[in-house]
């Protein structure tokens, strides 16, 4: 390995990482032997290892470096904001410009009345934030049973402990506890291609019409003086992106209103350009939540911030003191870092005067089209999504769409075909997921499905060898 910019040589970050560094998401049972990949740099649509290989990344670091690596200007922003003010107290009347800035450019972006910005560290505290506000706002209402919380299977809404149990990969929560089963319950995921049974024949609206009933169905039986909010992401992204029938989110959203619910956007993901918009909730999908969640791209990567935007019909309720001199009495340390807002300043700054928005309602069409001219290779199940967000499930067989089993590790043997060609793509179940930078170009588009159809080829080989598939 090479030595990199520290006093420590490659060799020895790699050992100080296995020792101490716990990953998120980690497989223990192979980490002690294999390690880390040190990615030590990174610039536009690509990123290198502590070898000096370059990789394309087809994901964006994980989903959110949406303007690429390594922009000056984010990094002499940055630098402005610290020397200029790093840090001061933001709680009760306290703020910063930039914090003041963002939250007024954040309320003109969003759509309809979703004007007021709670900001946090990420997506999870960003989500666990909004079911406390969720929460309290009930409680102001004095409809003090509304509670209940509906997420769906499949769903990913964070690592925190609220944010962990909303989650629908339920497998992620073996041997964790469950605290808030009591009023968190899941239904169906909007999975067209797995559907469950008794809908497997239907057509789209009427797989729609099955899975909104569903949900009034759960919310008549959790009782309609007790349910509080729907959580849903706009497209399902760690869950294996699951697009979700025509009039969905729309019809999901009359339903809330019917029985008195807030619906919570979870746009961490979806926002800020990777459909072509910088929200998508009422853009692509025609629907104004109550609350929207957003992290990542907020910010491209480059420093952390979340934030719960939330309409203004929440927030006259919240905005109510609770009993004389009470306080809204929840926020972090870190609420509206003047770095972090300054940072997301400049990267919507450079979306907006690259027109990365446009640009990204061009490509992405074309994206979707040329990952599914692999739909010739044996194992291809289905390529989905939306823009530059996309899922490709690979099958047995691509006739049946026969499912491969889970031991046969399909979508990780694709990733380290894929890491040997030098492209990085995301494994998930039988899925592999891509979600590259927004400043992605044609040639590239064409590059990423040229090393995919020699991974999957090299994968077929691999399948053969060990059994799992005839030749
Ligand atoms: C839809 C969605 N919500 C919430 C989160 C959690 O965000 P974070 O990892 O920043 O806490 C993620 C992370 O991938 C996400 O995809």
Redesign the pocket.
């Known amino acids: 390995m090479t030595s990199n910019s520290t006093n420590y040589s490659a060799k020895q970050i790699w050992e100080m990482d296995k020792k101490h560094f716990i990953h998120p998401y980690n497989d223990f049972s192979t980490f002690a032997d294999e390690g880390s990949q040190i990615i030590s740099k990174a610039e536009g649509m690509y990123v290198t290892d502590a070898d000096g290989r370059s990789y394309l990344d087809a994901i964006a670091g ?2 959110c470096v949406n303007i690429g690596h390594g922009r000056q200007e984010m990094a002499d922003t940055i630098s402005a904001q610290v020397l200029n003010m790093a840090y001061y107290n933001p709680f009760g009347h306290c703020t910063n410009e930039p914090g003041s800035i963002l939250a007024a450019k954040l309320a003109e972006l969003a759509p309809g009345d979703l004007n007021h910005v709670f900001y946090t560290c ?6 666990d934030s909004a079911i406390r506000l969720v929460h309290f706002y009930n409680n102001q209402r004095g409809k003090t049973n509304k509670k209940q919380i509906i997420s769906r299977n499949n ?6 402990y609220v ?1 962990a149990n909303l989650t629908g990969i339920h497998a992620t929560k073996n041997s964790f506890d469950r605290i808030a089963d009591s009023w968190i319950s899941h239904i169906s995921a909007a999975d067209m291609f797995h559907r469950p049974a008794g809908a497997e024949d239907l057509t789209e609206t009427q797989y729609c019409d099955f899975l909104v009933n569903e949900f009034e169905n759960r919310i008549i039986q959790l009782g309609e003086d007790n349910v509080a909010a729907f959580i849903a ?1 706009p497209i ?3 869950g294996g992106v699951l697009v979700a029938p025509d009039g969905y989110h729309k019809a999901m959203h009359a339903i809330c209103q019917k029985y008195d619910m807030l619906y919570i956007a ?4 979806t926002s800020f350009g990777r459909l072509g918009q910088f929200f998508s909730s009422e853009a692509v999908f025609d629907m104004q939540p109550d609350i929207i ?1 957003t ?2 791209g907020i910010s491209s990567g480059y420093i ?1 911030l ?1 934030a719960a935007i939330i309409s203004s019909r929440v927030y006259d309720v919240i905005a109510q003191p609770q009993c004389e001199g009470g306080l809204l009495s929840m926020g972090y340390t870190y609420t509206g870092h003047p770095v972090a807002c300054a940072a997301a300043l400049k990267n919507i700054e450079i979306i907006e005067r690259e027109n990365l928005l446009e640009h990204v309602q061009q490509i992405g069409p074309y994206f979707q089209e040329k990952i599914k001219s692999l739909s010739d290779l044996k194992i291809f199940g289905e390529a989905r999504g939306s823009h530059l967000m996309l899922g490709l499930e690979f099958v047995a067989d691509n006739q049946s769409k026969a499912p491969l089993p889970a031991e046969a590790k399909v979508a990780n043997r694709i990733f380290d075909h894929c890491g040997k060609l030098g492209l990085i793509i995301r494994p998930i179940g039988n899925t592999i997921v891509m979600s590259p930078p927004l400043i992605i170009d044609k040639e590239q588009v064409d590059t990423i499905t040229e090393l995919l159809r020699e991974s999957i080829n090299n994968t077929i080989r691999d399948l053969v060898t060990d059994g799992y598939i005839s030749a």
């Open positions: 994980l989903w990420g997506g999870s505290t960003a989500v769903a990913y809404h964070g690592s925190t944010a992401e399902m992204g760690a979870d746009e961490v993901v969640i992290a990542k952390p979340g």
